[in-house]
Nanobody
Framework: QVRLVESGGGSVAAGGSLRLACEASGDIDRDGCMGWLRQAPGKEREEVAT????????RYDDSVEGRFTISYDSAKNTMYLQMNSMTPEDTAMYYC?????????????????WGQGTQVTVSS
C-alpha cells in the first residue's frame, strides 16, 4: 500500500514562490504516474501538473504553464512542485496523487491514491 505525505504549503504574497513536496512510501509503482491537483473553496478539484515517474513526461494546466514546475526524485521517492509568480488565484488546497501509468502522459483519471493535502494561500 502506498502512502503520500505532502509538505511545503503556507502563505505567500502575490509574486512570491513556494515549493511543495510529496513523499511516497510503501509499495511504490516504479512505472507510474504522480501529480498535483488543487481545490479552491466552492470549486471542483482541478489538475495542476502531472509527471510519469520512469520517463518524467510532464503536463501542466494552462493556468500554471510557465510558472510552476513539477519534478520527481526517484532516489527519494519524492515529487515536487515549484510554484513561482504566484497569484491569489493559486490559493487552494493542494493534493498529491499517484497511480498506474496507462500512456506516455499522466492524467487525472490515472490516479487512485491521494494525500491529505496542504493549504496554499496567496495574498494580494
Amino acid at each position: 500500500q502506498v502512502r503520500l505525505v505532502e509538505s511545503g504549503g503556507g502563505s505567500v504574497a502575490a509574486g512570491g514562490s513556494l515549493r511543495l513536496a510529496c513523499e511516497a512510501s510503501g509499495d511504490i509503482d516504479r512505472d507510474g504516474c504522480m501529480g498535483w491537483l488543487r481545490q479552491a473553496p466552492g470549486k471542483e478539484r482541478e489538475e495542476v501538473a502531472t509527471i510519469s515517474t520512469p520517463y518524467f513526461n510532464e503536463r501542466y494546466d494552462d493556468s500554471v504553464e510557465g510558472r510552476f514546475t513539477i519534478s520527481y526524485d526517484s532516489a527519494k521517492n519524492t515529487m515536487y512542485l515549484q510554484m513561482n509568480s504566484m497569484t491569489p488565484e493559486d490559493t487552494a488546497m493542494y493534493y498529491c496523487a499517484a497511480g498506474p501509468r496507462a500512456g506516455t502522459f499522466c492524467y487525472n483519471n490515472d490516479f487512485n491514491i491521494w494525500g491529505q493535502g496542504t493549504q496554499v494561500t496567496v495574498s494580494s
